[in-house]
């Protein structure tokens, strides 16, 4: 007995019914800082009294006739926590008190380290709402994802500056919505915000589109001549998308505007200065282009002085639904309906990769609410296209291997909803799957509450 006490991990502490120290093991000195010499023979009333402990559990043990638990913090610095039992004799009398005293100090750093850690973290989810708020004050920018935020940081940083915005990302993901949010928070919010597609009109035309022509500049040209969209944008924002597509005898009179900050209309012999912030973006790589001659590198130089790249949404997997849930809204109040999606629905738009982007998430959500004759729309009207994760039963085996009770659960969950959806009653669906009604109410249930999530 001897041995097993003293080699206890936990520190213990025995006194006899009146409250005299008999026995204290190594561990008990080691964790309080307290020496046995100093202890043993006396009682735990005068310890109190001298300062030794600050609380005695086998005090209380002995008033109460109960065990008893506290916590307890001594000189050297130690938390430790303080479990005291009665041991009863023949007579339902106290004989002794065992105390268990266990170094909690690790612990209650820990739980310490947790809380600061937890409060850091409402911290930074406080400080990304409120640059969410503050950020995101348009109606047509839709940003729940990390990696958006910061791209909006950027965006919202480089505003307050005239400097050339060169915009990269992939067709679809929201170029031109970067633009105009640049645009908006910028000092010439109030001025003119153009935009010209370089890849959508004629090379013969663009140079008129963009510096204009004077009267009888060649034929078939405007009497009166006509201002090009850096004179029309003059004070304000001018957006040239597909920037890529420009062809190289432009991009050398775009160049010479972008350094004199003046344009000289077909026919025209005067220069025009102008005041115009350019906003450029494509889809295209321009540093290979620039490499394989067919853009030029001075132009590129000249427009890459901040580059901001957008994300392609399979990357910023947070803004799909955030995304969903605002076209729906948009396009039920634009047809008058009130449509919203089967859960099914949502997870393969997560999963689906999104080649398109936005705009292509936007027109599958269109194409739903106006194709579809009832407000719940289901995997049934999904495209295929839509549905390669799922499997003929529903079960999502995307990712592989799942837990044999998750599959079982979703075949179950997918049974009873096409069973409902099918009989339209709780009585006529259990009897298709072969259940009762009472097991068929109660895992619907539970499924429900489990898999369903709706976007109205």
């Not at 659960?409 to 997918?414: A, H, I, R, V």
């Amino acid at each position: 007995m001897d041995s097993i006490i003293e080699s206890s991990y936990d520190g213990i502490y025995i006194t006899d019914g009146e409250a005299n120290t008999l026995r204290i093991n190594k561990s008990y000195e080691d964790i309080t800082g307290l020496k046995r010499a100093d202890m043993l023979g006396r009682n735990m009333r005068d310890l109190e009294e001298e300062g030794y402990i600050s609380q005695s559990a086998t005090l209380i043990v002995l008033k109460s006739g109960d065990s008893v638990t506290i916590q307890q913090k001594y000189k050297s610095g130690r938390k430790v926590m303080i479990s005291s039992n009665p041991i009863f004799n023949e007579n339902s009398e106290i004989s002794l008190v065992v105390t268990n005293v266990r170094d909690v100090t690790a612990l209650a750093e820990m739980e310490e380290l947790l809380e600061k850690n937890k409060e850091i973290a409402q911290k930074y989810y406080h400080e990304l709402e409120l640059m969410r708020a503050n950020l995101v004050n348009t109606e047509d920018i839709v940003v729940e994802d990390h990696k958006m935020l910061e791209t909006i940081k950027l965006a919202n940083r480089v505003a307050k500056v005239d400097t050339i915005v060169l915009i990269l990302g992939e067709t679809g993901v929201g170029k031109e919505e970067i633009a105009k949010y640049i645009h908006k928070n910028s000092n010439r919010y109030d001025k003119q915000f153009l935009e010209i597609n370089c890849g959508a009109i004629p090379h013969s035309l663009i140079e008129a589109e963009l510096f204009g022509y004077e009267k009888g500049a060649f034929t078939g040209a405007n009497k009166d001549g006509k201002i090009g969209l850096f004179e029309a944008a003059d004070g304000g924002t001018l957006f040239l998308d597909e920037i890529g597509e420009l062809p190289l005898d432009m991009q050398v009179k775009l160049l010479r505007v972008l350094q004199k900050n003046e344009v000289t209309r077909i026919g025209g012999v005067k220069p025009i200065k102008i005041d115009v912030r350019i906003i450029a973006a494509t889809n295209r790589e321009l540093e290979e282009m620039v490499a394989q001659k067919t853009f030029r590198e001075d132009l590129y130089y000249r427009l890459n002085v901040v580059p901001i790249l957008i994300p392609p949404l399979r990357d910023r997997k947070q803004d799909i639904m955030a995304l969903i849930k605002y076209f729906l809204s948009q396009f039920n109040k634009k047809y008058g309906l009130n449509d919203y999606f089967d859960s099914d629905v949502l997870k393969c738009f997560y999963e689906y990769n999104w080649p398109g982007n936005v705009r292509e998430l936007k027109n599958a959500v269109e194409r739903l609410v106006v194709m579809t004759d009832k407000e719940k729309i289901t995997l049934s009207d999904l495209p295929d296209k839509y549905r390669t994760s799922f499997n003929d039963y529903g079960v999502n085996l995307e990712e592989g291997i799942i837990p044999l009770k998750t599959g079982v659960e979703q075949l179950e969950y997918k049974l009873i909803k096409r069973a409902f959806e099918k009989y339209g009653n709780v009585r006529g669906a259990a009897k298709a799957l072969g259940i009762d009604a009472s097991t068929f109410v109660r895992k619907r249930k539970k499924y429900s509450e489990k898999y369903e999530q709706r976007i109205q």
